[in-house]
């Protein structure tokens, strides 16, 4: 007998009247006349069953911190930096944690399952690593967090700064980030991406950096992140997170740079909500929108996800943990809003986002793990279109969160009830 079986689901891949099968936490069959008893059945009555939500870039160390010690007056990203390095002498381990813990909540509701966070590794200390790793642990049982040493004032241009970010590999952390626009010169960035990507080679481990994130056409990191991959032979595990100055860029120029991003098999993570918010603030206008040229991207054929990037913290002062919310505004912003163009939006945030991290498991296929969230949509577009309600969550084949429809009751005669 099964442990558990959905029944008339419709799949992200346009397939209706589907079931799925589950036993020990996986996956068993996928099928259109499945027949089988399980200890636990659920008609899906037609909605959407996703394989859930994933966030390719965040910052976990710094959520849910707005306010403290103060708000960021300009909005800009270089008084988000400073303002989180204002906070980082009055940090605790403990609150850390429990600000975690508590955005933790807040994603597995949303159906969000898998995080990659960059923690700060610039303090001497590494108390946010030490806090990232226990949260890591605490969360586990429910939650797939990814941690990338992200060295926030520059690997070079603060000291100690690469011994601090090899001590936090040391300590477990999974990814080597960077940011080698923020390092001194241009040519302190690109030695930045070099000597990072010789690190992950050596180690082993996966590069997701702070690729670009300025309003420069002139930012040239993702061109030397890309060839690095080449040289040292990363394919398939280097990401560039955020690419903003391709917005920038000139056409010419990018049209030779985009051909060796998908040659270099770099994929790429834009953050919608923050690339919109943080970039072009220096502009009077017209004023550049700042995402990175994510549908020309996805055309050569790299890997584009979204990610959340901030939730109430230095950079961002909204957001909560929605990533059909990231994906709603990726859509605008990318002017996505062909049919296709929309399920490519779905697809950054969970089959994309899933591959930038490297999710083996991760599908709604026989063999992966029984994870799924039922969404109160009939497709990905109606979907993102609605924000939609996440009804059921689950993990390894394990219920951990469920919502009630949304549903409005109207003071209209004979029009009571209005099914969103
Ligand atoms: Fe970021």
């Not at 813990?101 to 966070?117: F, Q």
């Not at 945030?349 to 899933?354: E, G, I, L, M």
Request: charged share 20%; hydrophobic share 40%; net charge negative.
């Amino acid at each position: 007998m099964l442990d558990l079986l959905i029944t008339h689901a419709t799949l992200p891949d346009g397939r209706t009247d589907m079931a799925v099968a589950v036993q020990d936490g996986r996956i068993v069959e996928v099928s259109a006349g499945l027949n089988a008893t399980a200890h636990d059945t659920l008609d899906a009555g037609g909605q959407l069953l996703t394989p859930p939500f994933c966030d390719p870039h965040f910052h976990m160390d710094a959520t849910l911190s707005y306010g403290l010690p103060r708000v960021n007056q300009s909005g800009t990203l270089l008084e988000g930096i400073a303002l989180w390095g204002e906070l980082k002498p009055l940090l605790t381990e403990e609150a850390l944690v429990e600000r975690a813990l508590a955005y933790g909540d807040w994603a597995v509701a949303k159906g969000l399952l898998a995080i990659r966070s960059h923690v700060d590794t610039s303090d001497p200390s590494l108390l946010p690593v030490r806090a990232m790793l226990e949260a890591k642990k605490r969360m586990a049982p429910y939650l797939d967090v990814q941690l990338v040493a992200f060295p926030q004032d520059g690997v070079l241009r603060s000291p100690g700064g690469l011994d601090n970010l090899k001590r936090a590999l040391d300590l477990g952390v999974d990814v080597v980030g960077g940011i080698p626009h923020f390092e001194r010169t241009m040519s302190d960035g690109a030695a930045s991406v070099k000597l990072l990507c010789e690190l992950a080679a050596e180690r082993g481990l996966p590069v997701d950096m702070h690729c670009d994130e300025s309003d420069d056409p002139l930012s040239r990191h993702i061109e030397t992140l890309a060839c690095e991959t080449q040289r040292l032979g990363l394919q398939g595990r280097v990401n560039g997170s955020h690419l903003t100055s391709m917005h920038s860029m000139d056409n010419y120029y990018v049209s030779k740079l985009i051909p060796l991003i998908a040659e270099s098999g770099v994929s790429a993570v834009a953050n919608p909500l923050i690339n919109i918010t943080l970039q072009g603030r220096h502009d009077t206008y017209p004023k550049r929108r700042g995402m990175t040229r994510v549908p020309e991207l996805m055309a050569a054929g790299v890997t584009v996800a979204f990610g959340h990037d901030c939730v109430m913290d230095p950079w961002y002062s909204l957001g909560s943990g929605d990533m059909l919310e990231v994906a709603h505004m990726g859509l605008h912003v990318a002017q996505m809003t062909s049919q296709a163009g929309m399920r490519q939006c779905f697809d950054a945030v969970t089959v994309n986002a899933a591959k930038v991290m490297g999710l083996a498991s991760y599908g709604m296929e026989a063999g992966k793990d029984a994870s799924f969230v039922l969404l109160q949509a009939r497709d990905p577009i109606e979907a993102i279109r609605l924000r939609a309600t996440r009804l059921k969550v689950w993990r390894k084949g394990r219920l951990l969160s469920e919502m009630a429809p949304a549903t409005a009751r109207l003071s209209l005669p004979g029009r009571e009830e209005n099914p969103l």
